[in-house]
């Protein structure tokens, strides 16, 4: 894989999404939203590939997972104006079939094709496949814990912008009640990430993403998430209750020690 792969990559995914461009405001949001959130996604794969020193093959190839990680959303969000995959399709199936629909990896080898085909597929797994190929794994929990990075910051900046500014299909659907569940907060103190059948309320999704922190694979996605002091924020939207104080000191004891 080559620079001019890549820049092409970049080229094509801005036409694709412009494709899924409408005159209706929320639905236009909403793409936008993902197509955003791509960008940063590649923003964060190659932040995290530098500091590992991977070689420059494998950074573009890593780059062009990122770029193509949420492709599945764009179709996704035409037919069923959702991006909650339990009331529509499999986003990262998707993705991986409308790769192969388009074509547009066919100027890539067959390995390169399989490996960013298979990190699509895989990236939003609620965990990472048992495979052989050490190669497709690394791509993989790159691009989990990228995607993980920038989903902290989209949600973050959907409650910290003025209501009329928000992409109504964030919080999926949930409702936005000051209830949460124990079932889910349970997880956390497992050390484990609470699955998403669990997920009642957008209070209970702000939990989930805080057992992300348990699935982050690489020591610079660890910096960059402390860095960006996700877990306080996180923190700050949920019920200022005695439970969720206890999962406060025992995410920040755990965070300590890595």
């Known amino acids: 894989m080559t620079k001019k792969d890549i820049e ?7 036409d694709f999404c412009r494709s899924f461009y409408t005159d209706n ?4 949001k909403n793409i936008r939203l993902k197509e955003i959130h791509t960008f940063k996604v590649c923003e964060n794969i190659l932040r995290i590939a530098k500091s590992l020193n991977l070689e420059e093959e494998k950074t573009l190839i890593a780059e062009t997972v ?3 990680h949420d492709i599945g959303r764009f179709p996704q969000y035409q037919k069923y ?14 993705g991986a079939e409308t790769l192969k629909k388009t074509k547009v990896l066919d100027r890539l080898n067959e390995p390169d094709k399989r490996i960013i085909e298979k990190s699509v ?8 496949p048992k495979l052989e190929d050490r190669i497709t794994l690394l791509f993989i929990k790159l691009v989990r814990d990228a995607d993980k990075l920038d989903i902290w910051r989209v949600f973050l900046d959907y409650f910290e912008c003025p209501v009329e500014s928000r992409a109504n299909a964030i919080t999926l659907g949930l409702p936005d009640t000051p209830e949460y569940s124990k079932e889910v907060i349970e997880h956390i103190f497992r050390k484990e990430t609470a699955p998403h059948l669990e997920v009642k309320t957008v209070n209970d999704f702000k939990l989930l993403q805080l057992s992300w922190i ?10 960059i998430m402390k860095e960006r002091d996700y877990v306080n924020r996180l923190i700050s939207h949920l019920p200022q209750t005695k439970e969720i104080q206890e999962v406060k000191n025992f995410i920040d004891k755990h965070i300590i020690r890595l």
């Open 25 to 28: 405001q929320e639905d236009l």
């Open 66 to 68: 990122a770029l193509f």
């Open 121 to 128: 597929m895989f990236h939003n797994a609620f965990s990472i």
């Open 81 to 94: 104006k959702t991006f909650r995959d339990s009331e529509s399709v499999n986003h990262g199936i998707l």
């Open 8 to 14: 092409y990559f970049r080229n094509w995914f801005s």
């Open 214 to 223: 348990f699935d982050l694979n690489f020591a610079p996605s660890i910096e």
